[in-house]
């Protein structure tokens, strides 16, 4: 009977002659993972073939030449002309007292507290700040409505109305 390798000599071979001979390992045999994984690179190799082949195809071809046209310069950014800004808070009812937070014409936000309502503030900015008025009424009053507004160079940009005895409305633009 043959061995694995096919050594029919071995079968019939004493200790002295297994000694003599030098041991060969059995030959491999390419295994289900060592398939799989040349499998994937093969894959792999030809997707990055397609890729360089579909990049290498020609391109369009070049519109015909334009003619030059002059670019006129840019003008500098000119700063924007001022606005004229009111925020205004209105409530109902008597003896009320509020809060307000609004952007200033620099962009800072401006906090005041225990002001009496109704309030009105009125300044110059540019048109780059962001404009939000903010208002509560915290005490006094009645449970209706308390208004805020934004009115920009005698615009109503910004216009809201919220309910309760604390009500906050928030008007931006």
């Given at each position: 009977m043959?061995?694995?390798?096919?050594?029919?000599?071995?079968?019939n071979?004493?200790?002295?002659?297994l000694?003599?001979?030098?041991?060969?390992?059995?030959?491999?045999?390419?295994?289900?993972?060592a398939?799989?994984?040349?499998?994937?690179?093969?894959?792999?190799?030809?997707?990055?073939?397609?890729v360089?082949?579909?990049?290498?195809?020609?391109?369009?071809?070049?519109?015909?030449?334009?003619?030059?046209?002059?670019?006129?310069?840019?003008?500098?950014d000119?700063?924007?002309a001022p606005?004229?800004?009111?925020?205004?808070?209105?409530?109902?009812?008597?003896?009320?007292?509020?809060?307000?937070?609004?952007?200033?014409?620099?962009?800072?936000i401006?906090?005041?507290?225990?002001?009496?309502?109704?309030?009105?503030?009125?300044?110059?900015?540019?048109?780059?700040?962001p404009?939000?008025?903010?208002?509560?009424?915290?005490?006094?009053?009645?449970?209706?409505?308390?208004?805020?507004?934004i009115?920009?160079?005698?615009?109503?940009?910004?216009?809201?109305?919220?309910?309760?005895?604390?009500?906050?409305?928030?008007?931006?633009?």
């Amino acid at each position: 009977m043959a061995t694995p390798d096919g050594d029919s000599a071995y079968q019939n071979a004493t200790p002295s002659d297994l000694a003599a001979r030098p041991w060969t390992p059995p030959a491999k045999r390419p295994t289900v993972v060592a398939a799989l994984l040349t499998a994937l690179l093969v894959a792999a190799l030809l997707c990055a073939g397609l890729v360089v082949v579909g990049r290498s195809t020609p391109a369009d071809p070049l519109p015909p030449p334009q003619r030059e046209v002059p670019i006129a310069p840019v003008a500098p950014d000119e700063p924007a002309a001022p606005i004229q800004v009111i925020y205004e808070v209105t409530a109902s009812g008597s003896g009320n007292v509020g809060s307000v937070s609004f952007t200033d014409q620099d962009g800072d936000i401006i906090r005041r507290g225990g002001i009496p309502l109704p309030w009105r503030t009125t300044f110059t900015a540019d048109r780059r700040s962001p404009l939000v008025l903010h208002a509560q009424r915290k005490a006094g009053g009645d449970a209706g409505p308390v208004s805020c507004s934004i009115t920009v160079d005698g615009k109503v940009i910004a216009n809201t109305t919220e309910q309760g005895r604390y009500a906050a409305p928030q008007c931006s633009g």
